[in-house]
């Protein structure tokens, strides 16, 4: 099962879950890919940044993609294999495709500043991970400083056959769908799938804007599915009703840094996570955000009561 | 009237207006002074980044200066004066004093990165403009790449008497603001006013965190000045209800440079601007993110009755 | 006398002399300039990054280069406009232009990345300062961190008729002088001056490939003609042979911040400046480092007389 | 045979050698090693970012450094050991150690900007690593875009005892030396080995300053050692006649990126690489580059007679 270009829906970003001492949690793993499915995702992606890749090692990597796409044959799974170098990417490519991985996301690193320096480092990376490994390109220049014009994309789509997905989260974002899908329209460029990240801030009017679907880690993944289907089903003001309550939480899990330690913390609110904890090094919550997401969730929980969880015992608060 | 480092509630970031043809646009300077001072805005911000400062001469950065001033006596007057160097930094804020202004704002050159550094930079503003000149901290580390600590802030303040405010535009920037107020309560630190800006994305929590108040641009200031009050008053459930509405919009509005053109267009719609003209080099609005808007302001208006604008007629539409 | 396309030969960065007060030094100026005539310059450039330029107000700016042209009216005068905005960048060229200057400068401002903002910027600039104004672009990614490839380059020769010439200062760069000039040699491009700064650090080299001449303010402009002359005529070890015994102290003066500490401390030495003052704010050179220059020099007089400098009075040592 | 802070020399950053079908050239390792030994070095360093380890997968990598460490076993080797994540920088850590290195080398990432971070960060490495494991900080700010002020090493040194080595590649930076060394003096801080790096540039002055070496890859190794010596001896002019002489090709060799390429090619011209390939991704010299290579380096051998190299067969020309 190879990832394809007509890719849609939600594939989330999945973290890596950690017990409190730090090892892997592959119990919260399965829970994990168990939810997935039952929400309604098409597939899933593992050891993004979000995913904590940095901080396994590479045995460590290839066990938790592992757990992850053995647990969840049904969802095509995306692994993350940016690399200071394209013998690592290439390594992890190929041990990730020969796990069953369906194709692998590709992120430019910041020193890229050029538009053919960019071009020319995804033809290269491409060559290096092999024409067989479908790839989608990260364009996230918030995070990698790596600013990709419309034409660069349509240049990296064109001279790559293996180029099937771009994982958009550029900010703002909303007519560089447009672009694209107006070049696709008029037979100027081959269809690609287009998932949304950026927690999904603006996934509300991206769906409108011609993207496939999400492409990113909020806790609710399950919200994430339904707006999409709603929005793909012309349901305008009800995606945006459930959108819009999710805002506000929404865009506190989006804060960078301190946003991984509260998306976590929620998924173990939802039972989805044991602990929230983070490998080191990494953040914790303080008390007064602890607080802030509880009120947070007990306000969207009026709308949507996937959000209303069980009265907060003192122990896990302290987690 | 100079600015006090008890100054609290709203300073919007006032816009500068522009005829289609870029001709400042005089009229609408009065109208929006006299909708700050309806709506209950405390103070007011002119000639920042949002206020399209750059694109205006010498000449005209101080006239425009001065007709907000003038027509907003009651209104203590932050003019911004960051510029590549301390010379001319020092002439425009001694202008701007002189015309009537209560305090400056200033902040740091992308170039800045060790602490030592930035803390350096300020101290030698602080002196190019004058002990007599009060001013504020932008601490925008998204858009100027320079990271501020709590610890500089603190050594900054305690350097230079005449500084008695900061701009709070850091993301994430809760934790910044309760370590701020700790060390005052503490009495580590004197007290300087925080106003939040990065368009008030976190405004709720930033008021519950120790904030005074706001100084940013969104074109709904009197929704502002309600959270902030509402914040202040201990109405929490109210304050989140009024934020929350606004929310979807508010995050429109803050993309890093479409969300200009989509300010100066509600400003429009609400009746405030003639035009919704950025002085060129500026972008424009697509039709399709118009119909955002306006769908949105339709959406805000539901809960807040101030977004309901009259019917969009088809001239202004293409404005 | 308007700068042309045909421009070769060494324009020097001139400084902006001050006194150990602050204030400029009108009789260094005149001092300078004459040194510049007699040492056979064909131009020169004023208010560059390494004049000083931001320290000084927007009238000091305009005395120091009206004294400069009024001086040495048979130099064709290049001055530094770059700015934040493009209104400044407008006042400030139409300014120099009504007192005199051949042309001006433009540097990117560090927040473009795409080709197509590169290209955008230069011709938004030339729109404001008006057609009838010669530019020279100043391509110095190590200081602005904006990189422009030879093609970027070719775009804005071939889409601003008044772009004149390029101030070459990339590194490495000296393929993109070879890419340049065979474009050109081939018919794909026009001829602009290409004039080398980065300190003239490989300005042997890239004489050879193509570049006509040298626009950087090494404190021995006298050197850098000899340099350029020599091998004009193809007398390559010769060339070598006096811009290698300078190399060492060209390399000391090349350093950032504390460089222009350096050159003004040699052209002091040289009878040229009054001082070796920068204007606040502005480091100054250690004892150590006043040693190692006067090391230098006399290691480069054994070569070069003109280095030769009278003993270094206590006073003048402590200045 | 642990490193430690009396460490002392020129410890050559050591290219990996490759055929030019991208296979790694053992043959040409042991050559290297055999030169490094032979010519007075004092330890080596290997796998840095000139060393192309990015572009070898992780037993790659071990193999390689494996190799250097056997065949030199009388030279302490230090391997550089950065990386994305803790987990790999430990995992290639202790393999090394595990292998006979010496100790490693830790450069910061990128995205570091305040002192708190930089200063966390090395410790967090230092854990990670192991407090067995002697490690040498990377102070390169020109490469990395991380400036560490002489306060922030000071606090790193002071806060891990593993720390023993600077690696001082900061320009400008002999003001840096001579802080740390005065601090040193002064009591205020223990002693660390300096080694000097950014291709010796300016290790004439820096051993001056109080520099113990030199770790850097300038294809004439056996001149640092000379250069070195003549410093530590007090025969100031004889090492800066012999340190000019190679100036102007140290200077062509430190160009970013196409500096690895002439590096490589002056190896192979001395006989210690068979190929001067790049692994790709990695340019290629031009025709004019090597002729301007060449031409230096005969201008050298008048000098020094170890610069003189056989005449070029036109097959080596076109390797």
Redesign the interface.
């Known amino acids: 099962m190879k990832l394809e270009a007509s890719a849609s829906g939600v594939y989330p970003i999945a973290p890596t879950p950690f017990h409190a001492d730090g090892r892997v949690d592959v119990q919260s793993i399965d829970r994990l890919c168990d939810f997935y499915v039952e929400s309604g995702c098409t597939g899933m992606t593992v050891l993004g940044v979000l995913g904590e ?6 045995q ?1 990597a290839l066990d938790v993609a592992f757990r992850f796409i053995k647990r969840a044959p049904s969802l095509p799974t995306i692994v993350g294999v940016s ?6 990417m ?2 992890l490519a190929r041990a990730a495709m020969d796990a069953g991985a369906a194709g692998v996301m590709i992120a430019p690193p ?2 890229l ?5 960019i071009v ?1 480092y995804y033809s ?1 990376a491409a060559d290096a991970i092999g024409a067989d490994v479908p790839f989608c390109i990260q364009d996230y220049p918030l995070n990698f400083s ?4 419309p ?2 994309l349509k240049r990296i789509i064109t001279d790559n056959p293996s180029c099937v997905m771009l994982k958009h989260e550029d ?2 974002g ?2 560089k769908i ?1 672009t694209l899908r107006k070049w696709q329209a008029a037979g100027e460029l081959r269809h690609v799938s287009i998932l949304c990240g950026n927690n999904g ?2 996934l ?2 991206e769906m ?2 011609g993207a496939d679907g999400a492409m990113t880690g909020y806790a609710f993944a399950d919200m994430l599915v339904d707006t999409v289907r709603l929005s793909k089903a012309g349901r305008r003001d009800e995606a ?1 009703d459930l ?2 309550a999710h ?2 939480l929404l ?2 899990e989006q ?5 991984l330690n509260a998306r976590k913390y929620i998924l173990m609110r939802r039972g989805l996570l044991s602990s929230h904890a983070l490998r ?2 990494g953040g914790s919550l ?1 008390a ?2 602890v607080e ?1 997401i509880e009120y947070l969730l007990a ?1 969207v929980a009026r709308f949507d009561k996937r959000a209303a969880c069980p009265p907060l015992a003192d122990k896990a608060r302290s987690a």
């Open positions: 890749a940095p901080k396994l090692d590479a460590e690399a200071p170098g394209f013998a690592a290439r390594s910041n020193t500043r050029t538009d053919d320096q020319s290269q790596v600013v990709m014009t034409l660069v900010w703002p909303l007519e447009s801030l603006f509300d009017f409108e804007r945006h959108f819009d805002l506000p865009r506190y804060q960078p840094g301190l946003g080191a090094p303080s007064a955000a802030e306000r």
